[in-house]
């Protein structure tokens, strides 16, 4: 089988997409976060599926990689890493709980909490930003297509301008190794 056709067109559009990425709108996520760690807040994050993964992919690269050799740390933690934890919620409530609960938890005012969601309609990541904007919290969406209805909940948005999960996603761990490489390379203490 030929496949090389194909490989060029996926590959040509994640290239223009990255080109239509908005690269203010990151710069203002790196400033949040960078606050959050002077203020020695807590970062949550999360996401469904693969933005789960990439939600687990920041916890390292921000705790680990961007903080090896700071004083201070950044403070990541990532709400779909505690399996059992999700499965009680969803089990005994409903899987739209499963992230409240757990900010309920652990959610101090002032903590950003960050959804990653590719359609942007992902219901307990919304569920649970509704919670941190109503608790004095900054809000923060990774979305793609049009952002569904967390680019329109949250204080600061990256929104990946293309209807297409598999690049969106991509985009996302791009932003994160993106971020990790720059903040890493300054002295943020």
Known sequence: MEFKRDIEAYMYRLKKTIDA????????????????KEEERTIFIMGN?????????????????????????????????????IMAYANDMSFDEIFIQQLKSFYKRGDVVIGISGSGNSMNVIKAIEYASANGGVTVGLTGYHGGKLKN????????????????????MVLDHCMMKILSSHDLG
């Open 153 to 172: 909940i949250v204080k600061y948005n990256v929104n990946v301008p293309v209807e297409d999960m598999q690049i969106v996603e991509d985009l996302h």
């Open 49 to 85: 599926g693969g933005s789960s993964a990439t939600s687990s992919h920041f916890v390292c690269d921000f705790n680990k990689g961007v903080s090896f050799n700071d004083e201070k740390k950044f403070k990541f933690i990532c709400l779909n890493d505690n399996i059992p934890s």
């Open 21 to 36: 990425l908005p690269i203010d709108d990151i710069e203002e996520l790196m400033n949040v976060l960078v606050k959050a």
